[in-house]
């Protein structure tokens, strides 16, 4: 599920060019568990869009997408960009549930999680989850998404696993939603943190 494309397409994606440098930063430390390469690491006057995905995964045939994006001097809310996704995203699938937005305030700035679970893509012989995090910084409103193809179900929330597969699987989850959590942060100048001194080591997209 191209989760990126779908939401560029809600805001407008505007052409990609060289982006100047802006006082603050979207962050993405390393994602756990193995290697992950850019798929799409592109700026432009508008925003940034970085796509990746594990070594051995390929765009025609993804499985596991992490989607980072900025849309610059956007007037979007955190939790109203993702209730704009969770309405844009429920077009593309048969049966979907959803959970949140709920909004927390990091480091100053209002930030917002919600997770839209699809029991079954139209199209397509496979559903997914996708986990938000948005955060309004100073400069931009920053959406970070993490995907997972999912098994068809009846219940898009918990698709039906072996055993054995369903507890590695919760805890992959588990593990995104801890990601997105400590992970995924912006750093600025107004609002120093000890974790945005170490030398901008995993900045994305400038």
Known sequence: MRTGRAIAAVVGWLAMATAATAAERLVLEPYPGGSWYDVVNQSGPGGLVREQMPQ?????DPRDVLTAQSMK????SPASFITGAFSQLGQSCETAETVGPTTEVEA???????????????????????????IKGSDALYVIDRDFRTP??????????PEDQA??????????????TDKVYVCDPVFPEARCSAGEAVPTGR
Do not use: I, M, N, W
Request: a positive charge; one cysteine or more; aromatic letters at 14%.
């Open 108 to 134: 100053g700035r209002p930030v917002s999680y919600g997770r839209f679970y699809c029991g079954k893509l139209k199209d397509k012989p496979y559903g997914a989850h996708v986990f938000f995090k948005a």
């Open 73 to 76: 001097g956007s007037r979007a």
């Open 167 to 180: 507890v590695l699987f919760l805890q992959t989850e588990g593990a995104a939603r801890k990601y997105l």
């Open 152 to 161: 068809v179900s009846a219940h898009p929330s918990a698709p039906a696993l």
């Open 56 to 60: 051995g995964q390929t765009p025609e």
